[in-house]
């Protein structure tokens, strides 16, 4: 049992791009997008409940939701759900999860994972785990999962990497956030590049170290953790800790600048589900490529998203490439692909009054 990886699921995040539908009070995660009876986190565990064991999964959340994930998770021990009381990005959540798990068992593998992702075909994402479990056991090697791009995806981050015919872990060269459309073709006609599926696997040791050479600032931090991990003084030493850090991802904190990272490649069915044209992407659609999650008459329109409730019939003539949604007291009619924007939208809504975000 022992030997099985830790699993950390980072389930944090507000879900912005899925406003209206995700709110402060309710993000996308705890939310059954896909209509498949469980809620993206729920998914999540029960992918990974396949090769570990529930004593060594750890979800790490802001602390407003510990009560939504001990509602979806009843199966987590509660002391293995770890709260966040700021939002400091993912380097120092995954800090936290790694401190914890030391000094649990300093001999643990680590897989992080994001709490709402897609993975359709979960036998070839297990394959691809399996080899970057196997990569991870040399020392201080970092591995992350890189998904092998299908279309210029402007959304995703791209990891190029060194090719090495006929070995599935390649050594990673370069770290691209979100190109432009011009940049995301050109990575794709290279044929050495993947977008960033944001799911690691490392030793425990491996990313420690990491931490005490890339971001000391962070590791200083949280090695006084282990007076108080488990213990009522846990609580307060988190809030000490996370106004002491700052605001920064893993991959700028410590991917983009160490030495022994690696990439294993996979095809599996992945969707990082970060926005209303992601989810359209992998729902079913009419004849006219539109998805509708509602009562509707549509007239002359196409590339649609239509999810409003179905005691209200939506009539819809002449759109291509909108979205419109209607969740609780907010109705929203945008382009679908304008993700880019909603970061506006929301701060908008926000002015108008706490109870639209």
Known sequence: MEDRPYIVIMAGGIGSRFWPYSR??????FLDILGTGRTLLQMTYDRFARISDKSHFFVVTNSKYEDLVKEQLPEIPENQILTEPLRRNTATCIAYASYRILNKNPKAKIIVTPADHLIVQEDNFFKTMEIAIAAADIEDRLITLGIRPNRPETGYGYIQYISN?????????????????????????????????????????SIIRAFEKYMPDVSEVFEEGGDHFTRESEEAFIKKAYSLVKNISI???IMEKADEVFVVLGDFGWSDLGSWSSLHEVHEKDSENNVIEANALLYDTKNCYIK??????VVVEGLDNYLINETEN???VCKLDGDKKFREFVNAAKAKGEDFV
């Open 165 to 205: 015919q006929g070995n599935p872990v390649k050594k990673v060269k370069t770290f691209t956030e979100k190109p432009n459309s011009k940049l995301a073709k050109t990575f794709i006609e290279s044929g050495d590049f993947v977008w960033n599926s944001g799911m690691f696997v490392w030793k425990v040791r």
């Open 330 to 332: 907010v109705l929203i």
């Open 24 to 29: 402060n009070n309710r993000p996308k995660q």
């Open 251 to 253: 991959d700028y904190g």
């Open 308 to 313: 409003v409730s179905p005691q209200k019939l």
